[in-house]
């Protein structure tokens, strides 16, 4: 191996690529990390952790409006936007830090610069080039804009985390959750927000009865949806606005417009050409079950192969690699029941099968188990805010197979029941456990048919 500089160099300071990058040096190999941006990748600047800190901002103004019932005496509250900004930048340069702490303590080489493989052992960054006995390409996605007339006007949520100042009115448009995460974001801070999806329903591939739940919240906080409609052109007003014109034939002005129609793999420019590497349509990298391409010392995992495009599976598929690249063992990943929450407002959680693949599963061998109820906090704080939970069970097992809820941390909720589904519980097992009261968590062990 010493005819190589490195034994591994990894392509993206992600979540996947770095978590890889630490495992094996800590286990002896001699690894190099090349960013041209920023450690930490999507979800630490531009993802779920800046995402997060916004959601929750917005959440405060439900909070000012129920603290009412309770007793509370709350001025009438203003919200600066460059505070709020400002602060979440400052939080993300103190996890670049840490990032950057991380791989040195684990003796990795950082090498800052956009990284190009010249052949399948060979990767140049800036005017230096390196030799490597293996390659990972973990460089993540990027945000995608389809080509339309105007298209060049909006904005993506990788400009949205960066604003000079909020807008009056915004049009998103996409049906998935992050679309639907900034929908709540905006409205919560004030906004007059418009979802614009081309489909009949957001959040495609969850639960129906989820998705329909959500629906009536976000409409009732004062969201405004457009279904089964699509942006023909935007054209720029002289008052910094925007005219959209869409395809039923009505037409908007907005004072921005922001696209969450989804994100491809970030593979344009990386050399692929130089090697055996094949690609999807989408441009996302082929690889079989060990996160190997098809060129033997190249290999990709993350949001670049586009099989679970999140930060805890790129870890989780880090894990696996490292395993294989240390041990010799080829480790792979099982990719069932994974838990998943949508941050929007209110919260959405899900582990396991929605109702649809369960029945195509196993037929009618199913029992579905359904509650739908007001949230205990709205009796004093006046508001309507519903609470929806999910079970989906195999008849002949009594095995819960599929778990959805709609409500205030539902995340937080989903991400224990995912354990439990992950080790096989019974509906048996979740009735015999003994519920925390009052919680509304306590529904999903005293459900009944």
Excluded at 12 to 36: I, P
Excluded at 189 to 198: C, M
């Amino acid at each position: 191996m010493a005819e190589y500089d490195f034994d591994l160099f990894v392509i993206g300071a992600g979540s996947g690529g770095v978590r890889t990058a630490r495992m094996c040096s800590q286990q002896g190999l001699r690894v190099a990390v090349a960013e041209s941006q920023y450690l930490g990748g999507t979800c630490v600047n531009v993802g779920c952790v800046p995402k997060k800190l916004f959601v929750y901002a917005s959440a405060f103004a439900e909070e000012f409006r129920a603290a009412a019932g309770f007793g509370w005496n709350v001025p009438e509250p203003t919200f600066d936007w460059t505070t709020l900004r400002d602060n979440k930048n400052r939080e993300i340069q103190r996890l670049n830090a840490i990032y950057g702490n991380l791989l040195e303590n684990a003796n990795v080489e950082l090498i800052e610069g956009r990284a190009t493989i010249r052949d399948p052992h060979t990767v140049q960054v800036n005017d230096h080039q390196y030799t490597a006995e293996k390659i990972l390409i973990a460089t993540g996605g990027i945000p995608f804009v389809p080509d339309f007339p105007g298209s060049e006007l909006t904005i993506t949520s990788n400009e949205a985390f960066y604003l000079d100042a909020l807008p009056e009115q915004i049009i998103i448009v996409g049906g998935g959750y992050i679309a639907v995460e900034f929908a709540g974001i905006f409205n919560g801070l004030g906004v007059e927000t418009h979802l614009v999806y081309r489909g009949p329903l957001f959040l495609r591939g969850f639960d129906e009865d989820l998705r329909n739940v959500l629906k009536e919240e976000i409409e009732n906080q004062g969201i405004q949806l457009h279904f089964s409609t699509d942006i023909t052109s935007i054209s720029r007003l002289e008052n910094s606005h925007y005219r959209v014109e869409l395809n039923n034939g009505e037409s908007m002005t907005t004072g921005l417009v922001m696209y969450a129609t989804g994100r491809r793999p970030n593979t344009d420019n990386l050399g692929l050409e130089n090697t055996a590497v094949k690609t999807n349509t989408n441009g996302s990298i082929i690889v079989d079950d060990y996160f190997q391409t098809e060129e033997p010392s190249i290999y990709a995992l993350g949001d670049v192969i586009s099989r679970v495009e999140l930060t805890p599976v790129a870890i989780a598929e880090g894990m696996a690699l490292t395993h294989t690249l240390t041990t010799g063992n080829p480790t792979s990943l099982d990719y069932s029941n994974i838990p998943t929450a949508v941050f929007s407002q209110p919260n959405t959680a899900s582990v396991g099968l929605t109702e649809q693949q369960a029945k195509e599963k196993y037929g009618d061998d199913l029992t579905i188990y359904r509650s739908h109820f007001r949230a205990m906090k709205e009796t004093l704080a006046g508001g309507e805010g519903k609470i929806f939970m999910k079970l989906i069970v195999e008849k002949t097992s009594d095995r819960v197979v599929g778990c959805h809820m709609v409500g205030e941390h539902a995340g937080e909720i989903i991400q224990g029941i995912a354990i439990a589904i992950k080790a096989g519980a019974s509906k048996a097992d979740f009735d015999a456990t003994i519920g925390i009261h009052p919680t509304a968590a306590e529904e999903f062990v005293t459900m009944k048919g």
